[in-house]
């Protein structure tokens, strides 16, 4: 299916968008076999009610590690794409610098709420007091993951796609698969699940720290353009920064709400089995976007690119080929899902089996994903966040909606359906917006089916 792009191996733009593509691909794909081999020791060793422990210590994690970020990291994946193509090295020095002072002390205020606050978020939201303790353990763990997503981005905005893959995909699951299963020899505690990714988050944030001065700290020093850009490095105070990332920071948090209400409404109103095992069938969906992540991950620093070169033809086009990549590469994976649900889910145990319907359902929200391909960074990339925010925000109403309506009568199914028709707002809407204000739809349905044939 990809043979309809060698023809334009002249493209340096396209064979930067193959090349670093296929880097992330390669990285998320094994990242994504240790995440379900990680998942399997737990579902094989402690069961699905453990499962469901650990995802909803996980949501308290996500959803306090967005609050940490602030939008930082999008932000600043936006201005290092940017001011590196331009070279002002010295302008992303400050920016970094300033970021970093804010999602500092954010994160460590958030992990503080959440460590004292752990007893009354397990019993008056999730109605189980038992999870406070787990709660504890995952606050610990905040600080370190809100700076290892913000680094990662840094690395993206540089190009440094092998490096921010390793860190953003790959790293975390392999030393968590390593530790846990390290841990059946000496310990087999509900906690340890828990406890080895927390300290995981710490291992790959050093990991972070370590490929970001690697690769920044040598421009700087070569820097040319200091004198010439002293006005602008002045100029970029921390309401400059906070009115590009606030906007971003609204818009993952409403995603992150979005991503996760079926999970907190299935741990209010049904069982942590329950909980668990539409966990499961989530992740087995997710993998259906590993081609759209890893696009992606080249794809949104290459807009912000283009957008300050003010290139609209090589914008359009970037957005064209990395949505028909998107398309070709992710639909056999979505076929294979919808005709062997059972047998996928079987894996994890027999108890999983119950998920099948919520494999499907979930599966065809990933498919409109692929479809419609980068729409939402395309929009973040070029000062369009704040609209994208907008939408984000209907689209969570609808899934909140749905969720309380559905979830009391069909249990995991009705949050699966939910999931889908959200994740169809995110990525429909933003379609029709990147034609109004670009003049072009991202997705070209001769060129999808063509590219097939050929």
Known sequence: MLDSFKTNSKDVNLLEL?????????????????????????????????MGIFALSLTVLQVSSVIGRLGMDTALLRFVSEYSSQGIWSLIKEISKKALKIVIYISIFVSIIVFYYS???????????????????????????VLYFTNAERLRGLKKIKEYSFIKNMGLNL??????????????????????????????LAFSVFLWNKNFNQKVINNKNVDDYKSKIKTMSYKNILSVSI?????????????????FMLGMLKSTTEVGIYRVAFRVAAMTSIALLSV????????????AKDDMKGFKKMAQ???????????????????????????FGNEFKKGVLVLIILTFGQFI???????????????????????????????????????????????????????????????FLVKKYYGFYTVNFKGLIKGMRS
């Open 296 to 307: 992606n991950a080249i794809a949104a620093p290459k807009f912000a690119e283009f957008w």
């Open 369 to 431: 994903n692929a479809v419609v391909g980068s729409v939402g960074y395309i929009l973040q990339m070029t000062g369009k966040e704040k609209i994208l925010q907008y939408v984000v925000f209907v689209a969570v109403l609808v899934n909140i909606g749905l969720n309380i309506v559905l979830i009391p009568k069909y249990g995991i199914n009705g949050a699966a359906f939910a999931s889908m028709f959200g994740l169809a707002i995110i990525n429909i809407i933003p379609s």
């Open 119 to 145: 007893p009354f978020i397990a019993q008056h939201v999730f109605h189980k007091s038992y999870l406070s303790i787990y709660f504890k353990i995952i606050s610990v763990g905040i600080v370190p993951i």
């Open 175 to 204: 030393f968590a698969s390593i530790l846990l299963f390290v841990s059946f020899f000496f310990v087999k505690k509900i906690y340890v699940p828990i406890v080895v990714y927390v300290i995981s988050i710490f291992i790959m």
């Open 18 to 50: 193959l090349k670093g593509s296929s880097t992330a691909f390669s990285f998320r794909v094994i990242g994504l076999g240790f995440s379900y081999i990680f998942t399997l020791l737990i579902t094989r060793g402690y069961g699905a009610k453990v």
């Open 247 to 263: 906007p971003m920071f609204l818009t993952s948090s409403l995603a992150l709400i979005m991503g996760w209400t079926d999970i």
């Open 321 to 347: 080929q990395s949505t028909k990549l998107i398309f070709q590469t992710s639909l056999p994976i979505i076929l294979v899902f919808w005709l062997f649900p059972s047998f996928i889910l079987g894996i």
